[in-house]
């Protein structure tokens, strides 16, 4: 589904330049459930937004379902953002003034689909993570997890093949983030592929793979153990 194959990054800071990436070769498929680890600076974000085509590479080739991203328009570039990614972010990035109801359905407006379509698939997205009955609710009427599950039915509402999560448990605290990763876990049994950027050990053991970049390279990539079931001794 993903394939990478000698990705660099590089800009100018001032007189420096920086690589922010320095030859990534990865391979992801489908329904892989994959925590992208490292400290700050490692240049794991900026694998996320490759991943995600918010940014391109300054050379080597990325595969996306099979298509050379290189090679699409930035109209096909938007496309595949619209149509086969799905983003949650730290900062849930809801639009204040709108319904919970009106923030899933945003991403589907820029496909030209009827109202009426539009308010089905947003309402299957909410029942989805357990919000059918906040269809009205603004977001300041919820609570930070519930605001990160309208996110994450955002995210779901055009039936992405890839869904990426940056840091997403970064501003709940410890109860709260169990929840929102017991719902990631509850996607991936569901078939759903997921890429999730994260510095916090607890949050990368909930995934079924650790890739670990340091210095914009991969330096470490492997299976992890399964986790045990809740409550269980």
């Known amino acids: 589904m993903i394939e990478l194959s000698a990705i660099h990054k590089h ?7 920086v690589r922010a990436l320095d030859g990534v070769d990865l391979v992801i498929g489908r329904n892989e459930y994959v925590a992208l680890v490292g400290p ?29 991203t290189a090679q699409l328009t930035e109209d096909e570039l938007a496309r595949v953002r619209n149509r086969e990614v799905g983003f949650v972010f730290q900062s849930f990035h809801l639009l204040p ?18 109202r009426a379509e539009r308010r089905r698939r947003a309402i299957e997205a909410l029942e989805r993570v357990g919000l059918g009955n906040r269809l009205d609710h603004r977001p300041n009427q ?16 055009g039936e ?17 983030s169990a929840e929102i990763m017991a719902l990631f876990d509850a996607l991936h049994a569901q ?8 510095h916090e050990p607890d949050i990368a053991a909930h995934c079924r793979r650790t890739v670990r970049v340091m210095d914009g390279r991969i330096v470490g990539d492997h299976p992890n153990p399964p986790r045990a079931a809740a409550g269980a001794a």
């Open 191 to 198: 078939g759903q592929t997921l890429v999730v950027v994260t």
């Open 142 to 157: 919820l609570s930070g997890g519930q605001r990160q599950r309208v996110a994450v039915a955002r995210a779901l509402v």
């Open 160 to 176: 992405p093949s890839l869904l990426l999560a940056d840091e997403p448990t970064g501003n709940l605290d410890s109860r709260t």
């Open 11 to 17: 800009y100018r800071m001032g007189e420096q330049e």
């Open 97 to 114: 003034r709108m319904s919970v109801l009106d923030n899933v359905m945003q991403p589907l407006v820029y496909r030209g689909l009827p």
């Open 40 to 68: 700050s600076g490692s240049g794991k974000s900026t694998l996320m937004n490759l991943l995600g085509c918010l940014d391109t590479p300054t050379s080597g080739r990325y595969l996306l379902n099979g298509r050379d």
